[in-house]
Structure formats: structure tokens, C-alpha cells
């Protein structure tokens, strides 16, 4: 994987000094908080409900065990000892003091990793499939092209105040795990009949208030054009992207707006000034960087191990876990395996110190040191013998990172929601939690099979909402909680955005939502249809008509305050109180 350089580690370090600096003068009283915000933004820090949350890159998700292990330093020693993985492939930390964040930046330099550009409106951290460079469909392994990517878009002094913040993905196979059609610009690698390797590049992507799917602006630019390219599309948006309204500034509106074909035509225009210019990539440049991402040292193996198919054959739970968090490689006698974050009763996404210790521990032993944050909030050990199948398998159950739910109900994808975050109108762990327990039952959830649940707690859409198969989307309603819940959602080669069924449900009544849009599944779905596609081949009316045929009664063994995280009235002052289920 890719390790800091010289450029790198002074940009670090120069940072960190002159974020610490800012810090002083914020604590002295010598800049205001409205001086300070934008600064502390740039340093992805923000002000949460009960304290500060700061938000750490990981480039493309990609780490290293000694990169993990200093989070869980962090999380011990800053923290409340757990830390918070999220749809961007980064890391979060929710009970922080201002005063240590500076020794904080400081240390994560220590090992090559930084919090510049995970907020504010600038270029986002890159993200990027969890199985690059094994996937067995892969047609050009992405990562040297997402650090390239990396590398131009930090710190580029012409983007650093966009209208809006501003997201890259990059897939590489030819299934799309990356959810490039959400992004403000999607990459996608193709090669043309002549077998020439470029980009399919989507344009206009994005979640939130107005969630729209990506259009596709070019179907082919070679390889060593791609820079250009999207540059010429971000200086199109820097010059006619609103400034004068948040909720239309993003590129998305823009595009809208324009129309494709005359976005398409400015951004041409605009390439013809760059094409062949000093940002063209060379094969001497992209050789450079992937030079970084060679292969493991790979042993010659057998495709299948014995001991796993016997124990397969004995043992449910390890055969569930087989089927569901261990994927294919494209080495014979390898396998990537997905360690969840989904156990129930746990914050989908959260780990404690203990398991991201674990999680350094079992890369160290099983994947070359490696891991990867995959945007479904989980960790990938990708590179794994299937002959220690079972020996992973054992250790990561007792560290509770085996839960055989990948694809499944319970893998959800949230949001902190409003018990951490500041711009929420509901909260989403707690339901979150609610809905896991209603549905933890295996034997259940394999039967349903592939589904995908995405939750956010406002209109942000962290947790991806809109392209769940089933979206629930908190809403403010008179000065109360309430949930939308959409159906037909979809990321992927098939993307799709969800359509809200019907009128909005309290927090009780969710989970009976919920269990009524799988009745009618179980009751309509063909043989091997996944839930969404059964919601396209009969629409949406079924699924409506059903769940409000009758009054969902409020479940008064769901109160949603005995869900919350903090009792109404306790602070980030008052003594110890979990920050777990």
C-alpha cells in the first residue's frame, strides 16, 4: 500500500504546527468560534451534540495494522474507547476535547495518516472498492489511480473554497462496489475495443435534500487524460455553482440546471486548455505510484481446503459465516474475508478499542498486515488462506466480528443520527438497534436474503438512505421525531433512487413497517428474486397498500428515549455514561 513520502510527511507536519497554533488562539480567546469553525472544519473537526467529533481519512480504505492499532490508542486515551467507521471509508471519534486534538493530528502523522479535506467545501477523501487488486472481475486495479487522484486533490489551490463539498469514487471491476452513481464524480475503469484502458466518468451524483443519480458526461477517457478531465469538470462547477444558496449548491443542481449536453460542452471547452498539458499522466508516473500496490507474496495453494469443507459440513454457524462475510479472490487458495460490524445490539459501524486492536491483530496474521474499510461501515481482510478459514473464523467470533449477517437485514448502514450529531432531526442508532433485535434470527434473515437497509437520521443522508432497497430517513414533524421510509433504492450497476411509500411513522412504529414490507416480499417474490426485485417487477402500490391497510399500533416496549445514548438532561460532563447500546 502506498506510504507516505518526503511531500508527504512535511505537509503533515505542517499542518499539524499550524492547526495546533489555531487551537491556542482559539482556547486564549484570541480568535471567536465563527473565526475559528472554517478552520477547524479544514481539519475535519466538528462541534457535535456533546463534544467534538473528529472525522480521520483513510484514503480509498485502505490500512495498515499499524495504522489500526493507533486508532485504538486514540480511542483509549481521547475517547470513550470505541470509534466510529462510516460510508466514507474513514474513522470517526465522537467525545473529544479541543485541547487534544492537536496532539492528536500529531500522532495519526506518526503513522501517515491526517484529517485534511474531510470536511469543508473542498475534494472529500477519494473512495474506492474494498476489493481492489483481488476482485475477480476486476478489470484494472483502481488504487494507483485513486492516490493519484489523492495527491491532486490535496490541498489544490484553486478548489480549496468550492461551493460545496465535493466527493470522488472509483470502481475498477465490472460491478460497481463503490457506489460510483451517488458521487459528484463517479470513475468507472473500461477499456475500448482496442482494449485500451480509460474512464467512464458519471457527473452530478449525490445524496441528500435532492438526491439524483449520476450522468454519465464522457464514456471513454484514456487513462492519461483523466486528471484533465475532471479537473475541467470541477473548474466548470467552481465558476457557475451556486453561492448564494447551500441546499443548490451542490454540482448536482448544476448539472440539472445546465442539461447535460451543455454542461458536457462547457467542460469540453473548458479540457481543450489542459488536455496535453503538465497534468497529463505519463506511463512513468503511473508505473511510480503502483509500485506501491504489488502483490503480497502470494503462496501456491490448493482452490479448497479440506478441514474447511468438513467443518462446513458440521457446523451451521461456520457455514453461515462461510456463505455470507467470505467472498471470492481471483488467487486460487485465497479468499477476502468481511469482518462485520453488525453485531446486534451494537452502533452499526461502532468498534471498541479491544476490537480494533483485534481487527490490527488478525490482519497481522492473516492478511499481510492489511485491511480495508469497506463504505457498507465493515472491515476486509483481503487477502486470506482459505486454510485459516477456520482458525479466522474462531478468533474473530470471540472478538465479536463474526456475525454471518453481510448482505443481510441487520447490515445496515447508519448514521450517529441525533444522539451525536448536530444537523440531525432524529435519532438512527436507536432504531437501528430496534430493528435488529426484531429481526435477529438467522434462520429469518437467510431466508429474506439480499437486502439492504440504509438509515439517516436527516436529510444529509449519511447512511445513504435513498439507495437502500429499503431507505428510513428521519424528519422534524411539529417538534417530534418521525421516519420516512422508501423502498426500490439500489447502488451498483443498477442504481436506483427509493421512492417514500406513504406518510411518515413515529419511532414504535418502524420496525411494524418494516415487518409489513417483508410480508408482502415473502408473499409476491418469485423464485431466487432478491427483495428489490421484486419491488421493480410489482412496483411500489403492493408494498403501500399493505403496510397501511391498518393502523400500525404504537409498540410501548419500544420507547424510543430508553433507546437513546444519553438521557435527556446528561452532558458530556456528567460521569461516565456508555456510549454503546
Excluded at 460510508?87 to 495518516?113: C, H, M, S, Y
Excluded at 471491476?173 to 484502458?197: C, F, K, M, T, W
Excluded at 448502514?413 to 448536530?422: E, L, S
Aim: hydrophobic share 40%.
Amino acid at each position: 500500500m502506498y506510504r507516505y513520502d518526503q511531500i508527504d510527511h512535511q505537509i503533515a507536519a505542517e499542518r499539524v504546527a499550524q492547526y495546533g497554533d489555531q487551537v491556542r488562539r482559539r482556547l486564549s480567546g484570541e480568535l471567536a468560534e465563527d473565526e475559528f469553525r472554517i478552520l477547524r472544519l479544514q481539519n475535519g473537526l466538528y462541534m457535535q451534540v456533546h463534544a467534538y467529533m473528529l472525522r480521520i481519512a483513510v484514503p480509498y480504505g485502505l490500512i495498515n495494522s499499524a495504522q489500526m492499532r493507533k486508532f485504538a490508542q486514540i480511542a483509549r486515551k481521547y475517547d470513550r474507547g470505541y470509534g466510529h467507521f462510516t460510508t466514507r471509508q474513514n474513522i470517526q471519534f465522537n467525545w473529544l476535547k479541543l485541547e487534544d486534538t492537536p496532539d492528536i493530528l500529531a500522532e495519526l502523522a506518526t503513522v501517515g495518516l491526517h484529517c485534511n479535506q474531510t470536511s469543508g467545501n473542498c475534494m472529500r477523501n477519494i473512495t474506492s472498492d474494498e476489493y481492489a487488486g483481488v476482485a475477480r472481475d476486476e478489470i484494472v486495479d483502481p488504487r494507483p489511480y485513486a492516490e493519484m487522484l489523492r495527491q491532486w486533490t490535496t490541498f489544490h489551490p484553486e478548489f480549496a473554497y468550492l461551493p460545496r463539498k465535493f466527493k470522488f469514487a472509483i470502481s475498477g471491476g465490472e460491478q460497481d462496489r463503490a457506489a460510483i452513481a451517488v458521487h459528484d464524480i463517479g470513475l468507472s475503469v473500461v477499456r475500448n475495443p482496442q482494449g485500451e484502458v480509460g474512464f467512464r466518468v458519471l457527473v452530478g451524483g449525490g445524496l441528500g435534500r435532492t438526491p439524483m443519480l449520476g450522468t454519465e458526461i464522457c464514456g471513454f477517457v484514456p487513462w492519461q487524460h483523466v486528471m484533465t478531465y475532471v479537473e475541467s469538470i470541477v473548474r466548470v462547477y467552481n465558476q457557475h455553482g451556486r453561492r448564494d444558496n447551500l441546499y443548490k449548491a451542490r454540482i448536482k443542481i448544476l448539472v440539472k440546471a445546465l442539461g447535460i449536453e451543455e454542461f458536457r460542452r462547457q467542460v469540453e471547452a473548458e479540457w481543450q486548455h489542459s488536455k496535453d498539458g503538465p497534468g497529463t499522466l505519463t506511463q512513468a508516473e503511473l508505473d511510480r505510484v503502483a509500485a506501491h500496490f504489488t502483490a503480497p507474496a502470494y503462496a501456491t495453494l490448493p482452490p479448497h481446503d479440506a478441514g474447511v469443507a468438513e467443518l462446513q459440513a458440521e457446523n451451521k454457524a461456520f457455514a453461515n459465516w462461510l456463505q455470507r462475510n467470505v467472498k471470492p479472490h481471483k488467487i486460487p487458495g485465497y479468499a477476502a474475508v468481511v469482518l462485520s460490524l453488525k453485531k446486534t445490539g451494537v452502533a452499526p459501524g461502532d468498534a471498541t478499542a479491544q476490537q480494533i486492536d483485534a481487527a490490527a491483530e488478525l490482519a497481522d496474521r492473516f492478511s499481510f498486515g492489511e485491511l480495508r474499510i469497506s463504505h457498507m461501515q465493515n472491515l476486509v481482510l483481503a487477502d486470506v488462506k482459505k486454510s485459516d478459514l477456520i482458525a479466522l473464523w474462531e478468533a474473530a467470533t470471540a472478538h465479536g466480528m463474526a456475525t454471518p449477517n453481510i448482505n443481510l437485514l441487520t447490515d445496515m448502514i447508519c448514521c450517529p443520527g441525533g444522539d451525536f450529531c448536530a444537523l440531525a432531526n432524529a435519532r438512527s442508532i436507536p432504531l437501528a438497534k430496534a430493528i435488529a433485535e426484531r429481526f435477529d434470527r438467522l434462520d429469518f434473515l437467510h431466508d429474506i436474503g439480499d437486502i439492504e437497509l440504509n438509515m439517516s437520521g436527516c436529510m444529509n443522508a449519511c447512511g445513504h438512505n435513498s439507495v437502500g432497497h429499503i431507505g428510513v430517513l428521519g424528519v422534524d414533524k411539529d417538534g417530534s421525531e418521525w421516519y420516512q421510509v422508501s423502498i426500490g433504492g439500489a447502488q451498483g450497476n443498477d442504481a436506483a433512487i427509493g421512492k417514500v411509500i406513504g406518510r411518515a411513522f413515529s419511532f414504535q412504529q418502524v420496525p411494524e413497517a418494516i415487518e409489513r414490507l417483508l410480508q408482502v416480499y415473502v408473499r409476491e417474490r418469485l423464485a431466487g428474486e432478491r427483495f428489490i426485485d421484486t419491488v421493480r417487477r410489482i412496483g411500489h402500490e403492493p408494498f403501500k397498500e399493505f403496510v397501511y391497510a391498518t393502523p400500525i399500533a404504537e409498540n410501548e416496549s419500544l420507547n424510543g428515549e430508553a433507546y437513546a445514548l444519553l438521557p435527556k438532561g446528561v452532558s458530556y460532563d456528567t460521569p461516565f455514561y456508555s456510549p454503546r447500546f
